[in-house]
């Protein structure tokens, strides 16, 4: 277990300390659930109101909220408290699955691959032929990585997850349990045999700081690359199709997809269910409402909602007055 006191994580977080709290802390804890020793958080003020029943000892508090600690508790006063939360569980996070031994001898590793310095390999992992690992590369039990892949330094690949042929993979790079990467694009049409398939022959290129979810998709492209740009970040069952072209920063929420050669500029944001039809441009700092579903390019900075969706601002204003049509 791992213990702080008050003065060290108010150091950690360099906050504005309040009150006087002598307990030790063990671990952050929801403001309603936690109790003595716990520390909590409080992010705006709809949450202030449950301090005063809270059993927790110290709280993380946004510092333009006006409330006391009370007695015998202490309040670390921070401008960002997400990002204040972000340090402190990342203080608090549990120590990863313990390796036994660097490569498990029931991993099967082809005699061509490149091991950098530091790598770990799980329980009956593959390693195919010519795969470049970099150092300090963590492949957990049960993960196939098949020919002439490469994947860059202090990458962490969870269980189930599946890497194809020629990817190119960055560092830093996180891929969470059962991912695909690489697998076939969707293609397929008609003749006089019934549905002819069609053959991708590209790859995945994945940037730098990538995180993908459990039970994501990542399709090779059909004659070049499905590309993943730098700090993407990725949710669980995420479909993401042949050929698109993500740039830097872009946010996919849970079930949403993107079709084939869909292009998302910098920092576009997706919202949880919502779906992208194939072809489409999604210019930088965009942002897709939840379960929207998008038939049209969307011009930089600007939201879009509904199904199909459209200017976020024009989709109220419909819904506004579909309202009315109803009361009449």
């Known amino acids: 277990m791992k213990l702080f006191t008050v003065k060290e994580i108010n150091s950690l977080l360099n906050g504005e300390l309040i009150g006087n709290c002598s307990d030790n802390i063990y671990a ?72 036994e031994t660097d490569i498990h001898v029931t991993a099967v590793i082809h005699k061509s691959v490149k091991l950098g310095k530091g790598c770990k390999i799980g329980a009956n992992s593959f390693i195919g032929k010519n795969v470049v690992l970099g150092d300090d590369v ?54 006089e045999k019934g549905l002819t398939k069609i053959i991708h022959i590209g790859n995945v290129v994945i940037g730098n700081a990538v995180e993908i979810g459990a039970n994501s998709c990542v399709d090779r492209g059909k004659f070049s690359s499905t590309i993943l740009g730098d700090g993407c970040k990725i949710d669980n069952l995420v479909q993401i199709g042949h050929n698109s072209v993500l740039g ?60 199909p969706a459209c200017d976020s601002r024009e989709k109220m204003k419909q819904w506004v007055a579909l309202r009315k049509l109803g009361r009449n």
């Open 138 to 191: 963590i492949i957990y039990p049960n993960v196939s990585i098949f020919d002439n892949t490469t994947i860059g330094n202090k990458t962490i690949i969870w269980s189930g997850t599946v890497i194809r042929e020629r990817s190119v993979i960055g560092s830093h790079c996180i891929f969470h349990t059962n991912v695909s990467i690489g697998a076939d694009g969707f293609g397929y049409r008609p003749s």
């Open 28 to 99: 952050p804890e929801q403001i309603e659930n936690a109790v003595k020793g716990n520390i909590t958080f409080i992010g705006n003020s709809k949450y202030a109101r449950l301090w005063e029943k809270s059993n927790a000892s110290i709280a993380i508090v946004y510092d333009g909220i006006k409330i006391i600690p009370g007695e015998g508790k202490a309040f670390i006063k921070v401008k960002n408290p997400d990002l204040a939360m972000a340090v402190l569980l990342e203080a608090f996070e549990p120590e990863a699955p313990f390796f």
């Open 248 to 307: 830097k920063c872009c946010i996919m929420a849970g079930s949403s997809g993107l079709a084939g050669s869909v292009t998302l500029g910098d920092g576009v944001i997706i919202g949880g269910s919502a779906s992208i039809k194939d072809h489409v441009t999604i210019h930088s700092g965009a942002k897709v409402g939840a379960g929207s579903g998008v038939i049209a390019d969307v011009p930089a900075g600007k939201t879009v909602v509904g199904y």
